[in-house]
């Protein structure tokens, strides 16, 4: 009797919160948004800079080139009247043909850059305007190689606090414009192109998982592009010093980019019960093949685990990462485990996770 007495209170006491409880469900609900990637697309200029042709501009050999880069070959983008806007919108124009989304319905464009067009001006609002997308606010992220991975993780933020429901991601860089062909230890390892993505609310519970984010400042002295910043505007000295052009301690940055990528790597493989078993690609920065082996060797993955295709296009900086996707796509199936990881100047890196949201068969 004293039971069935406590259970029609009980029932009373939850028939007066049932519709409180229905209400916050609903919350929870929209709180559980998860920002996935629906679509990708790249783009790299049709002019080829191979390890041959280097070898007379500079002292290299493909030899060397090969053994200490693993790179054979890059894009450049010769034309002088097209900049980083011009492969940033062909990546761009490519995601929304593939998707068939309007550019009208475009919230919001991360366009991750060095090398923007103009110093001033940013080149992500030239980009949104020129490919229509005409209802997206728009702005460059500088955090160089992993301005990309920065960049999604800001979008992935913006789609799961319910602010934006459908934003492009491009990492573009013409790298050939801040290259000095005369120097031997950069002009080797970069190239042009352009890649980019769209993130939207998941609609089968994939997408991003967790991010890993860092930086620190002591970087500056190893990777830089010393003038044309408040610091050192461009004078004839600064040219004459060749401050103009991308300077990085090649050996120092080797060695933080394989402690730090391998490092960010293996913390979120930790946090996230990932293991070299159960994870399916590694996404890493194409720097130097023998960067990308040092981490594969770290976190312990098969070597068919690791992506590459440094081979074909040296380093692009921000567009690395989408150039991989738009490479290896054909292969990714929904449910796939992705390990995004990337380092670069200033010093920024990191990794991210994401299960892969689509399969294109
Ligand atoms: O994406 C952002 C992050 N960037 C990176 O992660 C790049 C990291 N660094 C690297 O990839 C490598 O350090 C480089 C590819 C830049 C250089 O390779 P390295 O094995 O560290 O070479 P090194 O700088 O220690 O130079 C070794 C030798 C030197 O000659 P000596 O002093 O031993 O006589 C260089 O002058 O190789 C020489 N060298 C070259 N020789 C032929 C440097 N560049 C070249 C070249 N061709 N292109």
Known sequence: MKSNGLSKKLLSSLDHFIPDRRIRMTRVAEKNIKAAITAVGGYVPEDVLTNADLEQMVDTSDEWI??????????????PTKATSY???????????KSQTAAADIDMLILATIT????????AAKVATDIGAFNAFAFDLQAACSGFLYGMSVAAAKIEAGHAKKILVVGADKMSSIVDYTDRTTCIIFGDGAGAV????????????????????????????????SLHPTTEETLAKGWDAIYQDGKTVFKYAVSEMAGAAQKVME?????PQNLDYIIAHQAN?????????RVQVGTNQ???????YGNTTAATLPLLLRDYEAHFKTGDRLLFTAFGGGFTWGASYYTWAYSLK
């Not at 090969?66 to 034309?79: A, F, Y």
């Not at 492969?87 to 043909?97: G, H, N, S």
């Not at 093949?289 to 060797?297: G, H, N, P, S």
Request: proline share 1%; hydrophobic share 35%; aromatic share 4%.
């Open 87 to 97: 492969m940033a919108i062909q990546a761009a124009e490519k995601v929304l043909t």
């Open 116 to 123: 923007p067009d103009m110093k001033v001006a940013a080149t």
């Open 306 to 312: 690791l992506l590459t295709n440094i081979q074909h």
């Open 198 to 229: 769209l993130m939207e609310a998941s609609t089968n519970g994939y997408g991003r998982e967790d991010d890993y984010l860092r930086s620190n400042g002591v970087g500056q002295a190893y990777l830089n592009i010393k003038a044309g910043g």
């Open 271 to 275: 946090r996230n019960g990932l293991t």
């Open 66 to 79: 090969t053994t200490r880069t693993g790179i054979k070959e890059r894009r450049i983008l010769k034309d």
């Open 289 to 297: 093949k023998r960067i990308l082996d040092a981490t594969q060797k």
